[in-house]
C-alpha cells in the first residue's frame, strides 16, 4: 500500500510516503519554496516525495489528512460563543476564511493534488485523521518499541493540547487529554510573545535565554495564570490570556501581572526577560515532568514516546530522561506539525493496509536518521558550480576527510552538504554548518558573522557516539539532537569568582570547558550522537577530526541564516556560502574556498 500524508494549513506544511508500511521519503515545503514555516498546501514537498518513490498519484492508495478541519472549525465556532461579545474582530477575519476554504478542506486537497500534474487520484481516497492522533503515530510506530506509553504536547489540535495513552503493536490507544484552552504549548508561546519573539519561531530562543535568568516569576506563575492539579491535569486562568478571541498572544492584565507592557522585538535584552525565559523554562519542565509520572502510573510501560510541539524542548526531554519514571525515551525527530504527515500515513498504513509494525529491537528506530529528503548528484551539483564562475575542487573520499578535518582544526568553518536532506528542524549533519568546538570566539562569531542572529544562542556538539560519555553526562543515544545534557565534571574548566558573579549576557564569553563553543552558560549542552550506520561520511569526518585533535566533538549548527529555512539545494547552500562569512562550502566531493572566489 502506498500512502501520501500532507500536513498543511496551519505552519510548517510538510508531505510523507509511506510504502507498504516503510518511511521512504518526507520533506517541509518551506525547504523547496524558501518562505519559513510556510503554511499552505506542500506542492513540491508532495511532488518530491512521488518522485522519490517512483510513483504518480495513480499509484497512490491513499492521500492522509493530519487533522480534522471540521472539529477545529467547531473548537472556533464554540470558543468565539463561550467568549462573546469579545472576539468579534478576529471572528470577523477568522471565519470568512473556513466558510471559503477550510470547511471544504477535502475539495481544496484534491484541487491542490491535481494541479501537481501528476497523475490522478479521487476524493473518497482522502483520508482525515485527529491532530493528536497523527503526532502518536509519528512518535510510537516508528519508534524502536514494540509497546510504549505516549506523551504528545503542543499548542492545539482540534481540542487536545496534551494527550496520554500507550501503545502496543499496531494498536494505539489514547486514554486522557487535556482540551483547549488549557494548553502548555500556548501557555509557553505566550511568553515567546510577551518577549518579543515570533511565536512558532522564537521559542527555541526563550529556551536558550532561560540559563542567563533566575526563576524569579515562577510562584508568580503557578498563583496566577496555571492551576496544577495532582494528577495529570492543569487550568489556565484565561483571564490573563488573548489567544481565544484576539489577534495577540496575551492581553494588559498579563503586562500589569509581570510590570511592564511586551518586549519589543528586536529590542535589547535585559536580565528581566532573562528572568522570566527562565522562569517560564521552569514551570514547564516541572509540569512535563508531573504529566511523565501520571502517564507512568496509568500505564505502567517501561519506554515512552514523545511528539507536539512542546517535544522539541530539548532541556525538558533531558530531564524526563535522568529525572522520570521511564527506562528509555524516544522523541519524534520532525515532532511539530511537519512530523504529523509522517504519522498520518502510518496509520493508514498500519490499519487499512496492515502493514506490521517495524520490528523493534530497542535500539534502531525507522526514521532512517531522518535523512529522507532530496539528495543530488555530482553533475547537478557541478552545473550550478559552473553556471556560478565558482572555483572548486573535486576530492576523492579520503582527499576531502582528510582536507576538511584540516580546516576545522585550523578554525576553518565549514558549510557541509551531504546526501539526504533532513526531515524537522534540526540539521544532522547533511545541510549543517560544522566547526571546532575547541574555539573560545567561535561561538560568537558563528553567531554574528555567519548566522546573524542574536549573540545569546547556543550552538550544539555532534561526537562520536562512541566518545559521547567522555564528553557529556549522557549514557543514551541522541541521534536527533533533542536532548540536553551537562558537559562531562572532567572537561569542565574552573572559574574565576569575578566570572562567576557576572549576570545577563556577560556570562556569554566565560571559558567554561574544553569545548566552550558547545557548552552553555548552565554547562548543557544539547547533543547529537553520531553514528556510523546513520551517517558513515560525518562519522568518518568527526573520526579524521579527532586523529588530528584528540577531540571527537564538533559544533554541528544548521546550513542557513536568521529567518530562512535549512538550504536543501546546491544553488541554496552556494548562496548561503556567498553570503555569509564561512570559509569553506563541501557540496558531496566539491570544494569551495571563500578565498578562491
Not at 477568522?94 to 479521487?122: D, H, N, R, S, T
Not at 490570556?241 to 489577534?247: A, K, V
Request: proline share 4%; glycine share 8%; aromatic share 10%.
Amino acid at each position: 500500500m502506498n500512502v501520501l500524508g500532507i500536513s498543511a494549513y496551519y505552519h510548517d506544511s510538510a508531505a510523507a510516503l509511506v510504502k507498504d508500511g516503510e518511511i521512504v521519503a518526507a520533506a517541509q515545503e518551506e525547504r523547496f519554496n524558501r518562505i519559513k514555516h510556510y503554511d499552505q498546501f506542500p506542492s513540491q514537498a508532495a511532488a518530491y516525495c512521488l518522485k522519490e518513490g517512483g510513483l504518480a498519484l495513480d499509484d497512490i492508495d491513499y492521500i492522509g489528512f493530519y487533522d480534522k478541519p471540521l472539529l477545529t472549525f467547531n473548537r472556533l465556532l464554540e470558543t468565539y460563543l463561550a467568549f462573546a461579545p469579545r472576539g468579534l474582530g478576529s471572528f470577523v477575519q477568522a471565519i470568512p476564511v473556513w466558510v471559503k476554504e477550510k470547511i471544504f478542506q477535502k475539495g481544496l486537497i484534491l484541487k491542490e493534488l491535481k494541479a501537481l500534474g501528476l497523475g490522478a487520484i479521487e476524493e473518497k481516497q482522502i483520508l482525515f485523521s485527529h491532530h493528536h492522533h497523527s503526532h502518536a503515530a509519528s512518535a510510537f510506530y516508528p519508534s524502536p518499541f514494540d509497546s510504549a506509553a505516549i506523551l504528545v504536547m503542543d499548542g492545539v489540535g482540534e481540542w487536545a493540547t496534551t494527550t496520554l495513552g500507550e501503545g502496543n503493536g499496531s494498536e494505539i490507544n489514547l486514554a486522557k487529554e487535556i482540551r483547549f484552552p488549557h494548553s502548555l504549548g500556548m501557555l509557553y508561546s505566550a511568553f515567546t510573545y510577551y518577549l518579543g519573539f515570533a511565536v512558532n519561531d522564537g521559542e527555541y530562543k526563550v529556551m536558550g535565554l532561560a540559563p542567563y535568568g533566575e526563576p524569579k516569576y515562577t510562584s508568580l506563575i503557578y498563583d496566577n495564570l496555571i492551576d496544577v492539579k495532582d494528577d495529570f491535569s492543569f487550568r489556565l486562568n484565561m483571564d490573563y490570556f488573548n489567544y481565544c478571541t484576539g489577534l495577540t498572544m496575551t492581553n494588559t492584565r498579563f503586562d500589569a501581572l509581570f510590570g511592564a507592557p511586551r518586549h519589543a522585538p528586536e529590542a535589547p535584552l535585559g536580565q528581566r526577560q532573562m528572568d522570566l525565559a527562565a522562569s517560564i523554562q521552569t514551570v514547564t519542565e516541572e509540569i512535563v515532568l508531573k504529566l511523565v509520572a501520571a502517564l507512568h502510573r496509568d500505564t505502567g510501560q517501561k519506554n515512552l514516546c514523545l511528539a507536539g510541539g512542546v517535544a522539541l524542548n530539548c532541556v525538558a526531554n533531558g530531564r524526563i530522561l535522568r529525572e522520570g519514571p521511564f527506562e528509555n525515551i524516544w522523541i519524534q525527530p520532525a515532532a511539530g506539525d511537519a512530523g504529523a504527515s509522517v504519522g498520518v500515513a502510518l496509520t493508514i498504513a498500519r490499519t487499512l493496509g496492515h502493514a506490521e509494525k517495524n520490528p523493534a529491537n530497542g535500539t534502531s528506530d525507522a526514521m532512517k536518521g531522518t535523512y529522507l529528503g532530496p539528495a543530488y548528484g555530482g553533475e547537478e551539483i557541478r552545473s550550478v558550480l559552473v553556471d556560478h564562475g565558482a572555483s572548486y575542487n573535486e576530492l576523492n573520499n579520503n582527499e576531502l576527510l582528510s582536507d576538511i578535518a584540516g580546516y576545522l582544526a585550523g578554525g576553518k568553518v565549514i558549510g557541509w552538504f551531504q546526501g539526504r536532506m533532513e526531515f524537522g528542524p534540526r540539521a544532522l549533519g547533511n545541510r549543517s554548518i560544522l566547526a571546532d568546538a575547541r574555539s573560545e570566539s567561535l561561538q560568537r562569531v558563528l553567531n554574528l558573522k555567519i548566522k546573524y542572529r542574536e549573540s545569546f544562542r547556543p550552538f550544539a556538539p555532534a561526537v562520536l557516539a562512541g566518545d559521547a560519555s567522555q564528553y557529556f553526562d549522557l549514557e543514551e543515544e541522541s541521534p536527533y539532537m533533542l536532548l540536553v545534557a551537562p558537559v562531562e565534571k572532567s572537561r569542565r574548566k574552573t572559574v574565576s569568582d569575578a566570572d562567576n558573579a557576572r549576570i545577563g549576557l556577560d556570562k556569554l564569553n566565560v571559558v567554561r570547558s574544553e569545548i566552550p563553543a558547545v557548552t552553555h552558560v548552565d554547562y548543557s549542552a544539547r547533543v547529537q550522537t553520531v553514528h556510523e550506520d546513520t551517517n558513515p561520511k560525518l562519522h568518518s569526518l568527526i573520526d579524521a577530526f579527532k586523529k588530528l585533535t584528540d577531540c571527537p566533538v564538533l559544533v554541528n549548527t544548521s546550513f542557513n541564516v536568521r529567518d530562512e529555512p535549512i538550504v536543501c539545494s546546491p544553488e541554496d547552500a552556494y548562496r548561503c556560502f556567498m553570503a555569509t562569512e564561512m570559509d569553506v562550502l563541501v557540496l558531496e566531493n566539491f570544494v569551495l574556498l571563500k578565498e578562491d572566489q
